[in-house]
């Protein structure tokens, strides 16, 4: 059973120019997250309630870890991944506090859009979808997100290389290395992107991400 395209981004060519040829290819049982999970991410952040867009790679490989949201984990899981490790040692330094598990829907449903550039994975193959197609899915997400003003957080190469698929002017683009335990002290650390996203919001007139909401 393949997940449905969410409501709200419909519209973007991707559902009905790519979706099919890609869903046609998640058979089997290890294809994570589960298919209602896919598109998590987009189901619980609307374009309009989009205020910060953080771009991920791929869902984690390991079974009942991925729930569809970058970086995030189902609340139970523990140790939480490395990569999410060093974002809460980041943020610990940065304004001093942490959320209590590595659920981050609290961020989703304030407006912060945590995208994967790819949203399958067979079990134990991370990166094995990277070439599926779903960039093209990305490239739309971030020109629909392009009408306004908004912060975008690309952490590494990766995410980096779709800087171009962000249009117009007036955002705030925080770039670095990714929190992986392979680069997070090349940069990642000391570069504190939640109060620096939280100023930005601040000074565009918005509401504040509280960070540790669960």
Not at 84 to 103: C, F, R, V
């Amino acid at each position: 059973m393949s997940a449905e395209p969410p409501a709200a981004w419909a519209e973007l060519p991707f559902f009905d120019e790519d979706y099919p040829a890609i869903a046609a290819q998640l058979t089997g049982p290890d294809i994570l997250p589960p298919a209602a999970q896919r598109f998590a991410a987009l189901d619980l952040t609307a374009p309009e309630a989009t205020r910060v867009v953080i771009l991920g790679q791929d869902p984690y490989p390991t079974p009942g870890h991925a729930h569809g949201l970058a970086f995030s984990v189902e609340p139970d899981v523990r140790p939480l991944p490395r990569s999410l490790t060093n974002i809460y040692k980041e943020m610990q330094e940065d304004i001093g506090a942490t959320p209590a598990t590595g659920d981050l829907r609290g961020w989703a449903r304030q407006g912060v859009l945590l995208l994967n550039t790819a949203l399958s994975v067979p079990a134990g193959q991370a990166g094995a979808h990277s070439k599926l197609g779903w960039s093209r899915l990305t490239r739309q997400v971030l020109a629909r997100l392009s009408d306004r003003p908004r912060a975008f957080v690309l952490w590494g190469g990766h995410a980096q290389g779709f800087r171009d698929a962000i249009e117009g002017t007036g955002h705030l683009i925080l770039t670095s290395a990714h929190p992986s335990p392979l680069s997070a002290r090349r940069g990642f650390f000391g570069s504190r992107p939640f109060s620096s996203v939280n100023k930005w919001l601040k000074s565009q007139g918005e509401t504040e991400i509280d960070w540790t909401r669960p």
